[in-house]
């Protein structure tokens, strides 16, 4: 069996999740692996055949990746966030991917963890929804096995060799890195990359309401900007809708002083109205939480008029990514 490189990059003093992270490392079934720890701060993680490095200040998250990349060992790089932590048969569920040498990568959903706090919780039933993240519920929840072209760092896996052919991370787009390295795997190199549900992590949510607004809000810029430089994977019906929802409010308050256009106006708020209802009935199916489902009637619209704004931002108006 190849060996496998876990890499986890932090930036944080006093990471609390760090602690989780390790502990659900050593319980996994499958052995043969080591774990590169690339950090800004210093921290008392130790763990056996741990490979750290502490930077002393700010480096990106695309560089820490392509250096811990670099001096890793494994045939393949698993990529897990700093706030994520795996289930027990994560590492046993990646390696079964790449007998394949058609296989380049492969991810799973990273799932609300259990016991989280209300604000907590209430973020990831956001993204965990159909209404909240459409045809990309299968990054939040488990869903069918299937190949995919863009998938996120949080928990996803890379053939080395392949990793290097198309030299990393480009820090140059950052944040959404993960989407350049993807398309590059995907259109340059001609591989797959496969999304398998078993290959789960549980992963922390921003709390509501600011830190899950700004969160959703910069991936909304990335993919404004994305959608303009890099079309092929980013410039989708899905990732347009909240801006097509957001300028449909802007326009609404002029069409409904036309009784001729109230009907127009009307019509496909109440669409709206009906899914975001539907939505919020499928969460309390799930969560078994009235307060859960209730706020998500406000939480979900919030989501998507911010990240719709954002998107505008990033397609019209930025130049360039930066930290």
């Given at each position: 069996?190849?060996?496998?490189?876990?890499?986890?990059?932090?930036?944080?003093?006093?990471?609390?999740?760090?602690?989780?992270?390790?502990?659900?490392?050593?319980?996994?079934?499958?052995?043969?692996?080591?774990?590169?720890?690339?950090?800004?701060?210093?921290?008392?993680?130790?763990?056996?055949?741990?490979?750290?490095?502490?930077?002393?200040?700010?480096?990106?998250?695309?560089?820490?990746?392509?250096?811990?990349?670099?001096?890793?060992?494994?045939?393949?790089?698993?990529?897990?966030?700093?706030?994520?932590?795996?289930?027990?048969?994560?590492?046993?569920?990646?390696?079964?991917?790449?007998?394949?040498?058609?296989?380049?990568?492969?991810?799973?959903?990273?799932?609300?963890?259990?016991?989280?706090?209300?604000?907590?919780?209430?973020?990831?039933?956001?993204?965990?929804?159909?209404?909240?993240?459409?045809?990309?519920?299968?990054?939040?929840?488990?869903?069918?096995?299937?190949?995919?072209?863009?998938?996120?760092?949080?928990?996803?896996?890379?053939?080395?060799?392949?990793?290097?052919?198309?030299?990393?991370?480009?820090?140059?787009?950052?944040?959404?890195?993960?989407?350049?390295?993807?398309?590059?795997?995907?259109?340059?190199?001609?591989?797959?990359?496969?999304?398998?549900?078993?290959?789960?992590?549980?992963?922390?949510?921003?709390?509501?309401?600011?830190?899950?607004?700004?969160?959703?809000?910069?991936?909304?810029?990335?993919?404004?900007?994305?959608?303009?430089?890099?079309?092929?994977?980013?410039?989708?019906?899905?990732?347009?809708?909240?801006?097509?929802?957001?300028?449909?409010?802007?326009?609404?308050?002029?069409?409904?002083?036309?009784?001729?256009?109230?009907?127009?106006?009307?019509?496909?708020?109440?669409?709206?109205?009906?899914?975001?209802?539907?939505?919020a009935l499928w969460i309390y199916k799930k969560s078994h939480s009235i307060i859960q489902a209730t706020l998500s009637i406000v939480a979900v619209p919030l989501t998507h008029l911010w990240y719709g704004a954002r998107f505008l931002q990033g397609y019209f108006f930025t130049k360039k990514l930066v930290r």
């Amino acid at each position: 069996m190849p060996l496998i490189s876990v890499i986890i990059i932090d930036h944080r003093k006093a990471n609390p999740y760090l602690a989780e992270n390790f502990s659900a490392l050593a319980g996994q079934s499958f052995k043969d692996f080591e774990v590169l720890l690339f950090t800004d701060c210093e921290n008392d993680i130790e763990f056996k055949n741990l490979t750290k490095k502490v930077y002393g200040h700010y480096v990106g998250p695309a560089e820490k990746r392509d250096d811990a990349a670099k001096a890793a060992k494994g045939e393949i790089l698993a990529f897990l966030d700093d706030d994520a932590f795996p289930d027990k048969n994560w590492l046993a569920s990646i390696v079964s991917h790449f007998d394949d040498p058609q296989i380049a990568g492969g991810g799973g959903p990273g799932v609300t963890p259990p016991g989280v706090s209300w604000q907590e919780e209430l973020s990831g039933w956001v993204s965990a929804s159909p209404f909240g993240s459409g045809s990309y519920l299968y990054r939040f929840l488990p869903g069918k096995k299937q190949f995919v072209d863009d998938y996120p760092s949080m928990n996803l896996a890379i053939r080395k060799t392949d990793f290097e052919k198309v030299k990393g991370f480009d820090s140059h787009y950052w944040p959404g890195e993960d989407t350049k390295l993807c398309l590059d795997l995907v259109h340059k190199l001609g591989k797959k990359i496969i999304y398998d549900p078993a290959v789960l992590v549980y992963h922390h949510r921003r709390p509501l309401w600011r830190p899950h607004l700004r969160q959703n809000g910069n991936y909304g810029l990335h993919r404004g900007f994305f959608a303009r430089i890099l079309p092929k994977t980013s410039l989708k019906p899905l990732y347009l809708a909240p801006s097509l929802l957001l300028i449909y409010l802007f326009f609404s308050p002029i069409l409904i002083l036309d009784s001729r256009f109230y009907i127009l106006y009307s019509l496909p708020l109440l669409v709206y109205l009906l899914l975001l209802m539907t939505n919020a009935l499928w969460i309390y199916k799930k969560s078994h939480s009235i307060i859960q489902a209730t706020l998500s009637i406000v939480a979900v619209p919030l989501t998507h008029l911010w990240y719709g704004a954002r998107f505008l931002q990033g397609y019209f108006f930025t130049k360039k990514l930066v930290r």
